[in-house]
Structures are given as structure tokens and as C-alpha cells.
């Protein structure tokens, strides 16, 4: 487990670089937190560190957008969050994606998880404190 703490939104791509070299080339990413801490912001700045070449804009009424990186690469950006239960999960085909050894980035997982632990990822939790500072716990 790691904990990063950042209070300057300029230092998002060093924190981002930071989590890039903690996740070891994992490619499953669960992103947890409350509404508005910043997991948007930070998935944008992973995948502009990762080399993404298209803009970064939340799935949330796609569920899914598909960001090309330089390399052939590709981060599919899920945003669970209007998901009712696991069946949804399932019919937008999210075990495909998982297994497709693209990045996989995920915004309200919590419905996703028990497909999610049939892998290995990333989990991510960001929270944000009275006085503006954020913090992001890395788990394996």
C-alpha cells in the first residue's frame, strides 16, 4: 500500500507518474472516492502521461469511451456509475475488455467487483479533506 498526498492540482502529472511506476504494469485500474475528488481529473492526467493522443472526457452516458495511445495502445475509461446492478456490467461486455491486456480504467467500480476479482488491479482510493488536500491509496 502506498499514500500520496497533493494539495497543488499543477503536481497532477507528477503524482500520475508517481501511480504509473507503483502499478508496475498492471492494467486494470479501479478508481473509488465520492463524487467530485477527482477521479476524472486524474484519469485524464494518467492517460496524457501514458502517452494518450485523443482528449479524456467522462464516460459517464457512454459507459465507456476508448482513448489510442502512441504505442498501438489503448485505455478503455468505464464510468460505472448509472449501473444498476451486474447484469449491466456484464452486457456492456466488461470481461472482454479486462482480458484484452489493454489498460482498463474504472469509475465506480463497486458493481463491478466480482468480475474485478478475477483479476488483478490497481485499486485506487482518493478521498479530499476539509482544507482542499487529496489523498490517493494505492492498493495491489
Not at 459517464?60 to 482513448?67: G, K, L
Not at 458493481?111 to 482542499?132: C, D
Request: net charge negative; with cysteine; glycine share 4%.
Amino acid at each position: 500500500m502506498i499514500r500520496i498526498e497533493y494539495t497543488d492540482i499543477n503536481k497532477l502529472a507528477e503524482v500520475a507518474n508517481k501511480i504509473i511506476e507503483r502499478a508496475n504494469h498492471m492494467r486494470i485500474w479501479a478508481f473509488y472516492g465520492e463524487m467530485g475528488v477527482g477521479k476524472t481529473t486524474l484519469i485524464a492526467e494518467l492517460a496524457k502521461q501514458l502517452g494518450a493522443t485523443t482528449i479524456v472526457s467522462s464516460p459517464t452516458f457512454a459507459i465507456v469511451n476508448e482513448y489510442q495511445l502512441l504505442n498501438d495502445e489503448k485505455i478503455y475509461h468505464f464510468d460505472f456509475y448509472r449501473l444498476a446492478n451486474l447484469n449491466e456490467v456484464i452486457d456492456i461486455g466488461l470481461d472482454e475488455y479486462l482480458a484484452s491486456g489493454h489498460y482498463c480504467f474504472m469509475e465506480w467500480p463497486e458493481v463491478a467487483e466480482p468480475i474485478l476479482q478475477q483479476y488483478s488491479f490497481l485499486k485506487l482510493l482518493l478521498e479530499q479533506n476539509e482544507k482542499g488536500n487529496r489523498y490517493i491509496t494505492i492498493n495491489v
